[in-house]
């Protein structure tokens, strides 16, 4: 079993929908989440960061985090042309494993006009 | 402006050769690491260092070596040993190893073999 699944699509939606993107993990040692997005034969950026359960909102993108479950979402209000890229889920424990990142498959996604 | 930076952005490489690929950072990052992409993998680590001239393998180090004689440059050499090594290769640096901050990407060295 990996130690991050993520749906890799692709997933394609109309411009103006929600999206909601997830990742499942195994290790409860995982204490830091965080999402890129990336561009085409670019380097990713980070979107999110959070570390504790909940929800964290910026602008039209919202991480949410239910560490019980194991599971992290992100989802993108009103979505738009721009918004298309593939999304990566990023998790690291606490500890001395710190910086190390394990990195979900990523999700395609594609928003139509 | 700061930033990493890596080169070349296309690298050719023939059977048997050793190629190098250039990262330099001027944020003044402590760590700086080396993933490897593969369509439907994400990302997987091949080596990151936490300070000049100390450096740990990270999940798929066969066929790959880096150096750290700088805190700005962290180059990776692709050798001959490694059989399978097309790929787009990313550099990562984080300010501090053990602190919140995450990791922050260059633009990618796409390698291809000829």
């Known amino acids: 079993q990996k130690e991050v699944e993520q749906d890799p699509g692709p997933l394609s939606v109309p411009e103006g929908a929600i999206v909601s993107l997830n990742c499942t993990y195994s290790n409860s040692a995982f204490q830091y989440f965080m999402w890129y997005r990336q561009y085409s034969r670019k380097g990713p950026e980070l979107l999110m960061y959070t570390y504790s359960s909940g929800n964290k909102e910026d602008g039209r993108f919202t991480a949410q985090v239910d560490k019980s479950s194991k599971y992290i979402s992100l989802f993108i209000r009103d979505s738009q042309p721009s918004d298309s890229a593939t999304y990566l889920c990023?998790?690291?424990?606490?500890?001395?494993?710190?910086?190390?990142?394990?990195f979900g498959q990523g999700t395609i996604l594609t928003v139509h006009p | 402006d700061g930033g990493i930076t890596q080169s070349p952005k296309y690298l050719f490489r023939k059977e048997g050769q050793n190629v190098t690929l250039s990262c330099e950072q001027n944020?003044?990052?402590?760590?700086m690491y080396w993933y490897r992409q593969d369509p439907g993998q994400g990302l997987r680590l091949i080596y990151y260092?936490?300070?000049?001239?100390?450096?740990q393998k990270g999940d798929i180090a066969e066929g790959y070596s880096v150096s750290r004689e700088k805190k700005e440059s962290f180059p990776l050499t692709v050798t001959s040993a490694q059989k399978n090594p097309t790929a787009f290769y990313l550099c990562?640096?984080?300010?501090?190893?053990?602190?919140?901050?995450?990791?922050?990407f260059g633009p990618g060295t796409r390698l291809l073999v000829l």
């Open positions: 944020l003044n990052h402590d760590a």
């Open positions: 990562a640096s984080s300010p501090l190893l053990g602190a919140t901050e995450t990791q922050y």
């Open positions: 260092s936490q300070i000049v001239n100390d450096f």
């Open positions: 990023a998790i690291r424990p606490g500890g001395t494993s710190y910086g190390k990142l394990t």
